[in-house]
């Protein structure tokens, strides 16, 4: 099991930018595939930005393909998502996760996620 602690969420105004980090401790963090996800109120939890192991591999949702970047650093033993161009319907808690998959899209393959952040974004 990897424990996942997520920062950098805030209040931001459209058009603008955030990187949201995700500490991982634990297991080895380059053995895990790592994804971002996000909620918003009323909402099912939905795939944002997934990188494999060594973060040669990424893969994106539609909706933020070209504005929101993945990376990794596993001397660090974390993970990042850069995110531009914000939207207000990118407002949600995002989370990250863990897989044991070299890199998926899949909700069900994660098996550690974090407690999440807010991002809020106005108009």
């Known amino acids: 099991q990897v424990q996942l602690v997520e920062s950098g969420g805030g209040l931001v105004q459209a058009g603008g930018s955030l990187r949201l980090s995700c500490a991982a401790s634990?297991?080895?963090?380059?053995?895990?595939?790592m994804g971002w996800f996000r909620q918003a109120p009323g909402k099912e939890r939905e795939f944002v930005a997934a990188?494999?192991?060594?973060?040669?591999?990424?893969y994106y949702a539609d909706s933020v393909k070209g504005r929101f970047t993945i990376s990794r650093d596993n001397t660090k033993n974390t993970v990042y998502l850069q995110m531009n161009s914000l939207k207000p319907e990118d407002t949600a808690v995002y989370y990250c996760?863990?897989?044991?998959?070299?890199?998926?899209?899949?909700?069900?393959?994660?098996?550690?996620w974090g407690q999440g952040t807010q991002v809020t974004v106005s108009s």
């Open positions: 990188i494999s192991f060594r973060g040669y591999t990424t």
């Open positions: 996760a863990a897989s044991s998959r070299v890199v998926t899209s899949i909700k069900r393959d994660y098996t550690d």
């Open positions: 634990g297991r080895t963090f380059s053995n895990y595939g």
